[in-house]
């Protein structure tokens, strides 16, 4: 079993809409967990991380964390074309690594 | 959020040389770093930890000889592919951790590895 499991999609979202991202982690002991988003060719880059059961929203990303269920989820409202990407799941684990999902691909369609 | 930079962007070197990749924390002091390597269309893979004044952390499979980290200072560690082959080609990223108490990780730029 994967560390952090994420589905590789594509994940389609008309422009507008709301993407909805998934994320599930086996290291119960786990701390922190974090979005990062990679463009094709490029580094990814910091979105958003959490640390406490329930959401943070920042602009129109929302994460959601549930540890009861080791779950950990990305909302990203009114989609834009730019927001077509590769998203990755990270978690801190209780030994202090990180942990990166494969990634979900979201295509935004105008 | 903090700034990770990285040197080159790209580089392309013939096979049996070796290169240096340098990563920065521009604006913080990063007692940890990690190195990536991403093959097209592939997830990240952590090739090790470095810390600073100690000798790296390898994962399973990276050859320490093959690839050397020197973290030498806070803000500054490298990665040196030795005796390189056109399999090494490859996205390498840098990463360094900040905040507290659960530090986050900041990405440098990555650097694009060609060897012909």
């Known amino acids: 079993q994967k560390e952090v499991e994420q589905n590789s999609g594509p994940l389609s979202v008309p422009e507008g809409a709301i993407a909805s991202l998934n994320c599930t982690y086996s290291d119960r002991g786990s701390q922190s967990f974090f979005w990062y988003r990679q463009y094709s060719g490029k580094s990814p880059e910091l979105i958003m991380f959490?640390?406490?059961?329930g959401d943070k929203e920042d602009g129109r990303f929302t994460a959601q964390l549930n540890k009861a269920s080791q779950y950990v989820s990305l909302l990203i409202r009114d989609s834009q074309p730019s927001d077509s990407a590769t998203y990755l799941c990270a978690v801190r684990d209780s030994w202090g690594k990180f942990q990166f999902g494969a990634g979900t691909q979201v295509v935004v369609t105008p | 959020g903090a700034v990770v930079s990285q040197h080159p962007s790209r580089v392309i070197c013939k096979s049996g040389t070796s290169v240096k990749i340098e990563c920065r924390s521009l604006?913080?002091?990063?007692?940890?770093m990690f190195w990536y390597r991403q093959f097209p269309k592939q997830s990240l893979m952590l090739m090790a930890t470095?810390?600073?004044?100690?000798?790296?952390?390898?994962e399973q499979g990276v050859e320490k000889d093959k690839f050397l980290i020197n973290h030498a200072s806070l803000t500054l560690s490298t990665l040196t592919v030795t005796s390189a082959h056109p399999e090494d080609s490859s996205f390498y990223i840098c990463?360094?951790?900040?905040?507290?108490?659960?530090?986050?990780?900041?990405f440098g730029p990555g650097t694009r590895l060609t060897v012909t």
């Open positions: 470095s810390n600073e004044g100690s000798k790296a952390t390898y």
């Open positions: 990463s360094a951790g900040a905040g507290r108490p659960f530090y986050e990780q900041y």
């Open positions: 604006d913080f002091q990063a007692t940890t």
């Open positions: 959490i640390y406490s059961n």
